[in-house]
């Protein structure tokens, strides 16, 4: 049977037979309906579950993150914070105004690719010199010495982007390495404590008084301008997410506050891949990684990962001899070398020829035989790699959304949002706030990626109901992290003065 017309882009019908029932039967995996989405956004609401509770073996590592307040906007003073995880370090500046104004100056370092593999303390000795040749810097040492507090220790919030298990707001043993990092000494040891060692070591008169999760640093930092922030999530590298919990709903340990940040490493879900809808194409992804079977989730939605997507299945498309007459290029026959870029490129191309498309081919994959039809198939690809690691980013957020609104700390709000996922209705009457549910992102993928928000936006109102659009509100927190962990560092020196 020849292929429904809806499901490919309306020039197909220049494609031939062959190419349609292929690329059909791609379309077909990589679909996600808003049914599939419910069951998955059901699974992952029990997942975040049993990560909240006692249950050894979870999916979903639900870390508390012993941040329980959020800031208003009113916090001062400056303090510096360190950004590790992905592709750059950055050492930050932040000076906190009041009034919901701050100023921030940041140097991007980038770590040497070595150092990924290399001992920890090689690491570390690379982030500490980093953080001293910054502070060196004339104009910066001029500012903190402007905003001085009293000590001469600057204080120093530390995001680290990589599963951690926090056991303090300044301390917490890593889990394991991810996006990329493999290196030996970390795993297990407590990674404020081996920065605060290098520190040392070298000299540097820096205290790290908070470790955050970029996330969190996205949260607290969208929180700073937008007080009713609920959700720091990241599309970057990886992809991940915080939120604010009701304490009672937490079972791993006892806080007196009302709610506390909840770091959930949502790269994680699903691991076993028992409801994700993977392709061939993922897995062979996975298998290819270095971590297989870890971070399948993140796997279908970040940065890293969606050219391969689309290069494994370009390539699978010209083994079928139906794309580029059957010929690959040196270049687009290497692991990694289709940049998800070149997707946001490829996607943002309307025109009819689709030149621009070939520019990409010839250009960054020496691709310099190709077709209308076959620009027209690598477009329709990219959409389909694209569109669905939107929507799978809009599942989980809708589910984490659910989540606060039936049992955590939206509970007493009374959005007017669909609640129940076998309810089919939008009866639901909302009585409460009609304050916006705020959603603080960052990353290159959701800030560049064509139509990445509106997909996600789309997708929420399928699976939260049409009220979804005005009282769910998705916004920007650019290197919110950063500015995130100077608040966090403000709120951990609060603490320690208040104790
Ligand atoms: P990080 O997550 O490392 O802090 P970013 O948020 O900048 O950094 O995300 C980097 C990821 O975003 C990379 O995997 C890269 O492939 C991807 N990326 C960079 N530019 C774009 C773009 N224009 N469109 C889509 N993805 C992009
Ligand atoms: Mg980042």
Known sequence: MLSSPSILPTTHSKWSARQCELVESIANEFILSTSKLEALSKEFIHQMH????????????????????????????????????????????????????????????KVPEHLQEAHVSELMDFIAISIKKFIANKHINAKIVEHRTGSDTLEL????????????IDAGTLLRW??????????????????????????????????????????????????????????????NASYVESAQSIKTMKTDAGE????????????????LPVTIHDNKLDRESINPGIHVFEKMISGMYLGEITRNVL???????????????????????????????????????LIPIAQVLEQKLGIYLNTQVDREIVKFVCQLVGKRAARLSAMATAAVIRQGLAHGALHSHGYPLKLDLDEKDDADKGTGSSEAIRVGIDGSVFEHYPHFKERMQECLAELLGSHANELVQLGIAKDGSGVGAALAALIAAKNTKSA
């Open 50 to 109: 049993a990560g909240l509770g006692q249950d050894k073996s979870k999916d979903l590592a639900m870390i508390p993150t012993f941040i329980t307040g959020r800031p208003d906007g009113h916090e001062r003073g400056c303090y510096l914070a360190l950004d590790l995880g992905g592709t750059n370090l950055r050492v930050c500046l932040i000076t906190l105004k009041g009034n919901h104004e701050l100023e921030t100056q940041q140097k991007p370092f």
């Open 157 to 168: 919030g530390f995001t680290f982007s990589f599963p951690v298990a926090q056991t303090a």
């Open 178 to 239: 991810t996006k990329g990092f493999n290196c030996p000494g970390a795993v297990g040891n407590d990674v404020v404590q081996l920065l605060q060692d290098a520190l040392n070591r070298k000299e540097v008169n820096v205290h790290v008084a908070a470790l955050v999760n970029d996330t969190v640093g996205t949260l607290l930092a969208h929180s700073y301008q937008n007080p009713n922030t609920f959700i720091g999530a990241i599309f970057g590298t990886g992809t």
């Open 260 to 275: 506390m940040i909840i770091n959930i490493e949502w790269g994680n879900f699903d691991k076993d891949k028992a409801f």
């Open 315 to 353: 390539l699978h498309l010209i083994d079928h001899r139906v794309l580029f007459e059957g010929t690959s290029s040196d270049i687009l026959n290497q692991h990694w070398a289709f940049e998800t870029k070149y997707m946001s490129d490829i996607e943002k191309d309307s025109s009819s020829t």
